[in-house]
Nanobody
């Protein structure tokens, strides 16, 4: 599976941004998808995840209510709509995927993902 993120850029606080992650190489519809981010000097952290059947979504407390994950299986793409952006949202955002994951603890675990994109940079300025 190849994952390619796009949509990152410089944006002001309280602004909005939508990230995209296009998948290719395997059957997208069977993939559980997630977004992680990594700020300078910090470890990669979970942002949001969605099960392959769209039945379950997960959000980190820091983004819940502001970010929304969605997917379009016809386009093999997962999205992250980010609203009310804060300076602390500044990071490189990574798309990740796996075929087997159940429960929030699994989705939040960076080690449970088999496929990663190269990342897209989001900078939020005050």
């Amino acid at each position: 599976v190849q994952l390619v993120e796009s949509g990152g850029r410089l944006v002001q606080t309280r602004g909005s941004l939508r990230l995209s992650c296009a998948a290719s190489g395997r059957t997208f519809i069977n993939l559980n998808m997630a977004w992680f981010r990594q700020a300078p000097g910090k470890e990669r952290e979970f942002v949001s995840g969605m099960s392959w059947d769209e039945a379950t979504t997960y959000y980190a407390p820091a983004v819940k209510g502001r970010f929304t994950i969605s997917r379009d299986n016809a386009k093999n793409t997962v999205y992250l709509q980010m609203n009310s952006l804060k300076v602390e949202d500044t990071a490189v955002y990574y798309c990740a995927a796996n075929y087997h994951c159940s429960g929030g603890a699994c989705y939040e675990d960076v080690k449970r993902y088999d496929y990663w994109g190269q990342g897209t940079r989001v900078t939020v300025s005050s």
